[in-house]
């Protein structure tokens, strides 16, 4: 009997230790997700810019094209 409740209790801490890296591991996950959605905004906000940029650029290359000799 004590045997077995030695490997119980071997058992119980490997279970123990397994479940806290499991929480760890999940806690890291939603990091990554929370990144990555980080990251997506940033890159929705660099296209925006990036498409407003270019628009003003045609504009202004459009106003140019007036003082331009011929």
């Known amino acids: 009997m004590k045997q077995i ?3 119980m ?3 119980i801490a490997a279970i123990d230790h397994i ?3 499991s929480e760890r591991s999940a806690a890291n996950s939603q990091n990554v997700a929370a ?3 980080e990251q997506n905004a940033s ?3 660099i296209s ?3 498409t407003m940029l270019a628009t ?3 504009e ?3 106003a140019v094209r007036v003082f331009k000799l011929s």
């Open 43 to 45: 890159m929705q906000e």
């Open 48 to 50: 925006a810019a990036a």
């Open 9 to 11: 209790e071997t058992i």
């Open 60 to 62: 202004m290359n459009n």
């Open 5 to 7: 409740n030695e490997q």
């Open 19 to 21: 479940s806290a890296i």
């Open 35 to 37: 990144a990555a959605e």
């Open 56 to 58: 003003m650029a045609e």
